[in-house]
């Protein structure tokens, strides 16, 4: 039988093996889900609402057992680890809370007696996760997939299986019934076969450009919804009239949180040219006060990379780059799956840094001379994930913000996900929506009903 070894990229050794489940397994374990659905679907919002709450309360509670086990399996910093836990509280908190009044009968007039439309569940749900947060991105399908009625299958990535196990056991542990989630122990080589199972009724994919190209082509032969989020290249326009020291203080947090491994970080810094040079000095002061080192110290702010192979990605970006004539400000020196914070100017569109996803610290640096050319520079890009815009003129922000091929557009914050908006990109970055009302509304049917006495 095949097992998986999940090791701690900061120490380089063995943390557990585990047995991965075999096809007749997974078949099983799809059947027990399915079967499950038919009694899951019939209760309550208020049934589901008190074990939601019960999954929230679990994960506060044991906050930092859960949290030890992010960090241990891909290097997240403890305190971010901790964070990332409370965020899937919360949008367990906001489903619980929400989702019957989002998902309610949506009454529409028309020339019949009665005509509305009612939102019901699909069945399983099959959900393919990253490991860059491996709580969360689990969550934030979870929440809304359960509170809809819908039943949850979790294919996690093979370096975080810990985290799979632990986010079946917060259900089991808030007093789920058996199958409402289930995790499956299995490498990419299984997930054709489980798309193609008829009864899985959907799948989405948190991961990159090729995972979800093929899961999507795999889909759409077998005729099943997909909900896609995927790479991003955030642009993080910086007007002249900003608030520097807000604005630097942001941007730093947008790229180098979570060590840089994020979809949806601000990775290219496009910058009026006639405030760059105190921007990047001041900038560069900020990047250095990083305290890098052991994830499992609360004060550590860059970890390692989940993988030593990630780094070697961004080590070899970041040396093309230069090679093209980007010059290094600070960093560039890898060390196992360590990756210094990194800062490159005179970045053009040609470039690595600039053109394609950056999944580390390294933060590519490209001046504009108005705001036409901000804009041209920001979408520049084959993903449309999310840009922040600095500036104090929110008015002429809010204006501008039409003119970004973006899914969001956030003026003077960093891209965030919040479980009362809506989350997702276009163009490259995937299709269809996580979070907020459109979220849960992803995997239901939207049934309409014509009544005529």
Known sequence: MATTTSL???TGTALNSYKNHTIKE??????????????????TFSERKKLMLAAASELKKNKKEYAEIITLEMGKPISQAIAEVEKCAWVCEYYAENAAQQLEN???KTDAHKSYVSYEPLGVVLAIMPWNYPFWQVFRFAAPALMAGNIGVLKHASNVFGS???IEKVFKRAGFPENCFTTLLIGSDAVEAIIENEKVKAVTLTGSG???????????????KTVLELGGSNALVVLKDCDIDKTIEICVQARF???GQSCIAGKRLIIDESISEEFIEKMLVNVLELKSGDPMDKDTFIGTLAREDLAKDIENQVNDSIKAGAKLEIGGKRQGAYFEPTILTNVTKNMPVFNEETFGPALSVTTFKNVEEAIELSNFSKFGLGVSLF?????????????FNEGAVFINELVKSDPRLPFGGIKN?????????????????RKTVFINK
């Not at 104090?392 to 003119?403: G, H, P, S, V, Y």
Request: glycine share 6%; net charge positive; hydrophobic share 35%.
């Open 429 to 445: 970055s995937g299709y269809g929506r996580e979070l907020s009302e459109h979220g849960i509304r992803e995997f239901v049917n």
């Open 164 to 166: 799979a196990l632990n």
């Open 26 to 43: 997974v078949s099983k374990i799809i059947d027990k889900a399915d079967k499950r659905f038919y009694s899951w679907r019939e209760t």
């Open 257 to 259: 949180q979570n060590t």
């Open 106 to 108: 949506e009454v529409i």
């Open 210 to 224: 090729p995972a979800g190209s093929s899961v999507a082509s795999i889909a759409g032969k077998n005729i099943k």
């Open 391 to 403: 500036t104090k003129d929110t008015e002429a922000a809010e204006k501008l913000a039409l003119q």
């Open 8 to 10: 701690n990229p900061y």
